[in-house]
C-alpha cells in the first residue's frame, strides 16, 4: 500500500517531480483545493455535475476582506458555478451569465468568483431588514450551451442537493463529508432564472429537503418608493424624464414600469435599445411590462419621428442626426454612456456590474462638471462601482445605491420563507398554494402584508439617509453602507446578549416582528415551537437592530440603545 503523505511531503515530491515553477504552481494549487474539500459528491455514481463544499479560510484576506461562511463550486458539462454566502442562514438569487461570443465567455470566467463575492457581499448589506444573510449563486454556461439555460440550472440544483441532503438517490449515496453539519440552502430568482424556482422547490421536495417548501421564493421590488422618496421631498411631481435600463422583460424593469407614470426616453434590455425624445409610448411600454416581453416586440408605430429602436443584432443603421450604429451590441452596451440617454432620472434596473465605473464616469458629466442626471436610483446590483458613484455624487447627482433601494426582493423571500416555515404541509397546500388560477383568501391577505412591510422598510432606510445626509455631508453611497453594517454587526451581537433570555421582552419583540396575520392564525407558541430557533434568534435580532440603527444612525451615542428600548417596553 503507498503511504499517505504529509502535505509538507507531498509537496517536496511535487517540487521534485515537476519540470517548472509553473507546473509546481499548478500541482500546488490542487493541493490546496483538495485541503479545503469539506463535502463532494465526486464519488457519487449517479450526479448531474460535480459539486464541492468548501471551507472559503483559503481566500486571501486582502482581496476578499469579509469572510464567507460558506462556498460550493459546481462544474457540469454544460456550465461552472459558484454558491456563496456569509451566514449560516442565508438568501439571494441565482444568476445565469451568458457570453455572446469567444472573448465575452473568456471574460466572464476569470471574474465569475469575483462577480458572485460582490453579488453576495452587496445582498448581504440588503438584507439588514430580514432574519436570512446575504448569499448569491452564479452558473456560467459553456460557449457550446447558452441556448439551454434550463437544463444547466436544474443539474446545478441537484449536484448541490447532493451535498446538502444525503440517502435520497436509489443508488447509494457516495459522498465525502469532513463538515458533518446539516446545512440548508435558500435560493430566489435573479437574471434568467425566474421561471424555475417551482422546479427546484418540487425537485428539493423529491430530493427529501425539510424545508422545501421555503426553499426558493419569487421576488418583489420596492426600488419605486426611493423614486417616490426623491419626488416628495424635492417637491416634485411624477412627470419627470427618466432614462432605465433593464427593460420590460425582467422582473425589476417590468415592475418599474407599471407602477410609474413618468416620461421614458429610454430603455436598455437584452434584445437593444429603445428610445424617444417625446417619451415612450406609455400604453405600449406596460403591454410590454405586463407580457414579460423585450422591447424587439415594441410596435415602433408608436414612436414619434425622433424616436428609434436599435436591436442588437443591427448593423449600419442611421439615426436621424446623421449617426451611423455599426454594431448595435455596441450601441446597446454604451447607450447609458451616450449623450442621449440624459434625463431628469436614471434607473438602472438591468446591466452587467460595473457598467459605469472610474474609468467612464466623466461621459456621464457636461464640459461644466454637472452631471445628465439628477437623481440616480440604483436597481441592478453593482451597476456602478464605488469610486463612480462618488464622483456623481461631487457632481450633485442625489443617487441610493442598490444595497438600500434594491432590497425588496429578498424581504419579500423572507417573508414567504417564514410563511412556509410556519405552516405544516396541509395547511400550507389550504392558506398559500394557488390552484387552478385561484389565490386562497388568507395568501392574498398575506401578499398585501408583505408589501406594507417592505414598503415601511424601505421607507424608514430612505428617511435614515436623506436625514444623516443632509445632517453630516457624507455621500449617501458611503452612509448606506454605514447604515447596513451597523445592522448586521449589531444584530449577530443583539442574538449572543442576555436580551434574548429576558423572556417577556422577547415575546414582546417577537409579537411585533412576526406578521400579524401568522399570529393571528397560529399564534406565537405555535409559531416559537414550528421556526427553528436559529431563525427565530435572527428575527429577533434583524428587528432589533434595523429600527434602532434607522432611529439613531450608525454610531448612537453610548446610551441610546437603551432609551430605544425603554421606548419599546413602554409602547
Given at each position: 500500500?503507498?503511504?499517505?503523505?504529509?502535505?509538507?511531503?507531498?509537496l517536496?515530491?511535487?517540487?521534485?517531480?515537476?519540470?517548472?515553477?509553473?507546473?509546481?504552481?499548478?500541482f500546488?494549487s490542487c493541493?490546496?483545493?483538495?485541503k479545503?474539500?469539506?463535502?463532494?459528491?465526486?464519488?457519487?455514481?449517479?450526479?448531474?455535475?460535480?459539486?464541492?463544499?468548501?471551507?472559503?479560510?483559503f481566500?486571501?484576506?486582502?482581496?476578499?476582506?469579509?469572510?464567507?461562511?460558506?462556498?460550493?463550486?459546481?462544474?457540469?458539462?454544460?456550465?461552472?458555478?459558484?454558491?456563496l454566502?456569509?451566514?449560516?442562514?442565508?438568501?439571494?438569487?441565482?444568476?445565469?451569465?451568458?457570453?455572446?461570443?469567444?472573448?465575452?465567455?473568456?471574460?466572464?470566467?476569470?471574474s465569475?468568483?469575483?462577480?458572485?463575492?460582490?453579488?453576495?457581499?452587496?445582498?448581504?448589506?440588503?438584507?439588514k431588514?430580514?432574519?436570512?444573510?446575504?448569499?448569491k449563486?452564479?452558473i456560467?454556461?459553456?460557449?457550446?450551451?447558452?441556448?439551454?439555460?434550463q437544463?444547466?440550472?436544474?443539474?446545478?440544483?441537484?449536484?448541490?442537493?447532493?451535498?446538502?441532503?444525503?440517502?435520497?438517490?436509489?443508488?447509494?449515496?457516495?459522498?465525502?463529508?469532513?463538515?458533518?453539519?446539516?446545512?440548508?440552502?435558500?435560493?430566489?430568482p435573479?437574471?434568467?432564472?425566474?421561471?424555475?424556482?417551482?422546479?427546484a422547490a418540487?425537485?428539493?421536495?423529491?430530493?427529501?429537503?425539510?424545508?422545501?417548501?421555503?426553499?426558493?421564493?419569487?421576488?418583489r421590488?420596492?426600488?419605486?418608493?426611493?423614486?417616490?422618496?426623491?419626488?416628495?421631498?424635492?417637491?416634485?411631481?411624477?412627470?419627470?424624464?427618466?432614462?432605465?435600463?433593464?427593460?420590460s422583460?425582467?422582473?425589476?424593469?417590468s415592475?418599474e414600469?407599471?407602477?410609474?407614470?413618468?416620461?421614458?426616453?429610454?430603455?436598455?434590455?437584452?434584445?437593444?435599445v429603445?428610445?424617444?425624445?417625446?417619451g415612450?409610448?406609455?400604453?405600449?411600454?406596460?403591454?410590454?411590462?405586463?407580457?414579460?416581453?423585450m422591447?424587439?416586440?415594441?410596435?415602433?408605430?408608436?414612436?414619434?419621428?425622433?424616436g428609434?429602436?436599435?436591436l442588437?443584432?443591427?448593423?449600419?443603421?442611421?439615426?436621424?442626426?446623421?449617426?451611423?450604429?455599426?454594431?448595435g451590441?455596441?450601441?446597446?452596451n454604451?447607450?447609458?454612456?451616450?449623450?442621449?440617454?440624459s434625463?431628469?432620472?436614471f434607473?438602472?434596473?438591468?446591466?452587467?456590474?460595473?457598467?459605469?465605473?472610474?474609468?467612464?464616469v466623466?461621459?456621464?458629466?457636461?464640459?461644466?462638471?454637472?452631471?445628465?442626471f439628477?437623481?440616480?436610483?440604483?436597481?441592478?446590483?453593482?451597476?456602478?462601482?464605488?469610486?463612480?458613484?462618488?464622483?456623481?455624487?461631487?457632481?450633485?447627482?442625489?443617487?441610493?445605491?442598490?444595497?438600500?433601494?434594491?432590497?425588496?426582493?429578498v424581504?419579500?423571500?423572507?417573508?414567504?420563507?417564514l410563511?412556509?416555515?410556519?405552516?405544516?404541509?396541509?395547511?400550507?397546500?389550504?392558506?398559500m398554494?394557488?390552484?387552478?388560477?385561484?389565490?386562497?383568501?388568507?395568501?392574498?391577505?398575506?401578499?398585501?402584508?408583505?408589501?406594507?412591510?417592505?414598503?415601511?422598510?424601505?421607507?424608514?432606510?430612505?428617511?435614515?439617509?436623506?436625514?444623516?445626509?443632509?445632517?453630516?455631508?457624507?455621500?449617501?453611497?458611503?452612509?448606506s453602507?454605514?447604515?447596513?453594517?451597523?445592522?448586521?454587526?449589531l444584530?449577530?451581537?443583539?442574538?449572543?446578549?442576555s436580551?434574548?433570555?429576558?423572556?417577556?421582552?422577547?415575546?414582546?419583540?417577537?409579537t411585533?416582528?412576526?406578521?400579524?396575520?401568522?399570529?393571528?392564525?397560529?399564534?406565537l407558541?405555535?409559531?416559537?415551537?414550528?421556526?427553528?430557533e436559529?431563525?427565530?434568534?435572527?428575527?429577533?435580532?434583524?428587528?432589533?437592530?434595523?429600527?434602532?440603527?434607522?432611529?439613531?444612525?450608525?454610531?448612537?451615542?453610548?446610551?441610546?440603545?437603551f432609551?430605544?428600548l425603554?421606548?419599546?417596553?413602554?409602547?
Amino acid at each position: 500500500m503507498t503511504p499517505v503523505l504529509s502535505e509538507q511531503e507531498l509537496l517536496d515530491t511535487i517540487r521534485k517531480t515537476v519540470a517548472n515553477t509553473q507546473e509546481y504552481l499548478i500541482f500546488e494549487s490542487c493541493v490546496t483545493f483538495n485541503k479545503h474539500v469539506f463535502k463532494t459528491n465526486f464519488y457519487q455514481p449517479t450526479k448531474c455535475a460535480i459539486s464541492f463544499r468548501m471551507d472559503p479560510k483559503f481566500l486571501p484576506q486582502l482581496e476578499y476582506p469579509t469572510p464567507l461562511f460558506g462556498m460550493f463550486f459546481v462544474v457540469g458539462s454544460e456550465f461552472r458555478g459558484f454558491h456563496l454566502r456569509f451566514r449560516d442562514i442565508a438568501r439571494g438569487g441565482i444568476r445565469i451569465v451568458k457570453s455572446r461570443n469567444a472573448e465575452a465567455y473568456s471574460i466572464n470566467l476569470r471574474s465569475l468568483f469575483d462577480e458572485n463575492y460582490n453579488l453576495a457581499n452587496t445582498q448581504q448589506r440588503k438584507n439588514k431588514d430580514i432574519p436570512e444573510g446575504g448569499s448569491k449563486g452564479t452558473i456560467l454556461l459553456n460557449p457550446d450551451t447558452q441556448g439551454n439555460p434550463q437544463f444547466a440550472f436544474e443539474n446545478y440544483v441537484d449536484a448541490l442537493l447532493d451535498v446538502v441532503v444525503v440517502g435520497a438517490r436509489e443508488v447509494q449515496d457516495i459522498i465525502v463529508d469532513l463538515y458533518g453539519q446539516q446545512e440548508t440552502l435558500f435560493f430566489g430568482p435573479d437574471e434568467g432564472t425566474a421561471d424555475y424556482m417551482d422546479w427546484a422547490a418540487l425537485h428539493a421536495k423529491k430530493r427529501g429537503v425539510n424545508s422545501w417548501k421555503a426553499f426558493t421564493t419569487a421576488s418583489r421590488m420596492t426600488l419605486h418608493q426611493y423614486v417616490l422618496g426623491i419626488y416628495e421631498k424635492l417637491g416634485l411631481d411624477e412627470k419627470t424624464i427618466k432614462m432605465q435600463t433593464g427593460g420590460s422583460d425582467g422582473d425589476l424593469g417590468s415592475n418599474e414600469i407599471l407602477i410609474s407614470s413618468d416620461k421614458t426616453v429610454g430603455i436598455v434590455d437584452g434584445s437593444g435599445v429603445l428610445y424617444d425624445p417625446a417619451g415612450i409610448d406609455r400604453s405600449e411600454l406596460s403591454r410590454l411590462a405586463t407580457e414579460r416581453k423585450m422591447v424587439n416586440h415594441f410596435d415602433c408605430a408608436r414612436l414619434s419621428v425622433a424616436g428609434f429602436r436599435v436591436l442588437v443584432d443591427d448593423t449600419n443603421v442611421k439615426l436621424l442626426d446623421g449617426t451611423v450604429v455599426h454594431s448595435g451590441l455596441k450601441f446597446r452596451n454604451e447607450f447609458h454612456l451616450n449623450s442621449l440617454a440624459s434625463a431628469d432620472l436614471f434607473v438602472p434596473c438591468g446591466g452587467r456590474p460595473e457598467a459605469i465605473d472610474v474609468g467612464n464616469v466623466h461621459t456621464l458629466l457636461h464640459p461644466n462638471g454637472s452631471a445628465r442626471f439628477k437623481y440616480i436610483v440604483e436597481g441592478a446590483n453593482l451597476f456602478i462601482t464605488q469610486e463612480a458613484r462618488l464622483k456623481l455624487e461631487a457632481a450633485g447627482v442625489i443617487l441610493f445605491k442598490d444595497a438600500s433601494a434594491n432590497k425588496g426582493g429578498v424581504a419579500s423571500s423572507s417573508l414567504e420563507v417564514l410563511a412556509a416555515l410556519a405552516f405544516n404541509d396541509a395547511e400550507f397546500s389550504e392558506y398559500m398554494q394557488v390552484k387552478q388560477g385561484v389565490v386562497p383568501a388568507f395568501c392574498a391577505e398575506y401578499v398585501q402584508s408583505v408589501q406594507e412591510f417592505i414598503e415601511k422598510a424601505a421607507r424608514m432606510e430612505f428617511e435614515a439617509l436623506w436625514t444623516e445626509g443632509i445632517k453630516s455631508g457624507i455621500p449617501r453611497s458611503i452612509l448606506s453602507d454605514s447604515l447596513s453594517l451597523g445592522i448586521v454587526k449589531l444584530n449577530e451581537e443583539l442574538q449572543q446578549t442576555s436580551l434574548w433570555g429576558n423572556v417577556q421582552l422577547r415575546k414582546l419583540i417577537l409579537t411585533e416582528a412576526f406578521p400579524k396575520l401568522l399570529i393571528d392564525k397560529l399564534g406565537l407558541d405555535t409559531l416559537l415551537k414550528r421556526v427553528p430557533e436559529s431563525y427565530v434568534r435572527a428575527i429577533f435580532g434583524c428587528f432589533l437592530a434595523s429600527r434602532f440603527v434607522y432611529k439613531y444612525g450608525a454610531n448612537p451615542s453610548q446610551f441610546a440603545f437603551f432609551e430605544f428600548l425603554a421606548h419599546i417596553c413602554a409602547d
